[in-house]
């Protein structure tokens, strides 16, 4: 996926200025995606086409905790307070009311979330030196943009590429907007 605006350098230096509490925000991250998967079981149980896919998501996004927290522990550190994430506020702001519309967002938005997260983190392992934490950056890379494509697939396999595809450009253009106006901060949004 294509975002409407890039990260500037200048988070990036924000972030390597305060790594511990950029790890503590990426924990944090991890916890809420895999929340966000067990949400749409809650919410769509009726719906096998995706409660496996988001048993499976959230899964994964719970491990992507465990290693960031064993990262944090390393470093003396410990899971840090949850904190108001103005982005994803910003963000479920504009989610449509109306089942089908709903769930048609909230597919999109958690895309362009995997979309804007791979875009960082890519940022952050290209930024790092080599060693442990560049590795797990590059693993992180990775699955991002897997999950990316995942919400995207499944958003057509319900909706079909049409209305998908007006829709996300939709999103994303209003994603661009938000992470253009969002103060520069050492932590994934
Ligand atoms: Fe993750
Ligand atoms: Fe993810």
Redesign the pocket.
Known sequence: MELSVLTSPAWTEVVLGDFDRFLQDHAAC?RK?SATGLAFVNRYGDQPWLVGPMIA?AQ??LE?FGQVVALLEKRGLSVGPDQKDPYVGALRAVLRTGKEAHLLDRLLVAAVV?AR??ERFALVRDALPGGELKTFYED?VR??A???GLFQRLARHRFGRELVDERLSELIAIEGEIVAHLELRPSLH
């Open positions: 991890e995606a998501f994964e996004e992507h995997e997260g791979c992180i699955s991002e897997r999950h990316a």
